[in-house]
């Protein structure tokens, strides 16, 4: 549900609420006493469902991932001007959406998606970076799985087809298993590639 | 004429409102910031805030509604 709807939801329920502070004896009455149940009971219930399903559409923003500090260099290479760059590649040519860019190939990488282990380290994520000391350079927990790959490329003639992905049958059958990396088997190693970020040229987005 | 019991809803009806608009207002800040924080914020404020409004809410009726049945029987006693 878009937040502006939830807003009105909170404006009415917020309204609803001060009727019933305001004058309380209406409860007396059958019509204030159901007026007071939606009022303190069931919208109250169902506007927290919804903030808490906006803050998860919402957590998967790009935007939310770059607002912690140590995440802007990440950012900046999305934008970084050569196609070896796997993520600048995908983000600046679209085959990321670029409003959830990060998401789209970490999504075992939050507080809200992916097991219990995902979710506890997103909790960790923020303690680190407000009360503790982060990690610098930051590095993911497991090496980058096949999987965040295959789910848009799989069955893209492309890839499929690829010359160097067929060459041999094993390969393909290697590289669907995540027996052979996409990316540390120096065939697409170029990532975010942040030490050298001062190094390269910037695409500038058409306005 | 108002009861005490009536005087005893009517404050644990304000008290759950205030704790209910104050957590409703968390959210709504909450939701104006797109922030890891204000996510934290929202769970660990607004809806503690809203779940205690709702249970004061709702203990208040049973209260109520205790008093009420008590009040039935001793009605019935006196006859």
Redesign the interface.
Known sequence: MPTAAVFVLLAVTIGIIVIVVAKPEITMARGGKILAFIGLFIFPGFVALLGFDNHVERSKKTTFCLSCHIMGPYGKSLYVDDPSYIPAAHFQNGRVPRDEACYTCHTDYTIYYGGIRAKMRGLHHIYVQYLGKPNNPIHLYSPYNNRECLHCHEGSRSFEQGAVHTADPQTMVDIKSNKLSCLSSGCHDTVHNIPKLNQVKYWEPPK | M?NSQ?LM??KR??L???L??I???V??F??LW???????A??SV??FL?FC??VV??FSLLQYRAAEERTVVEDHTNV
Do not use: D
């Not at chain 2, 797109?34 to 996510?39: A, E, G, I, K, M």
């Open positions: 108002i009536e809803m009517a009806l304000r759950a409102g205030i209910l608009i957590g409703l207002l959210e709504a909450s939701l797109n922030h890891p924080l204000s996510f934290i929202f769970t607004g809806l809203l409004g709702v809410y709702l």
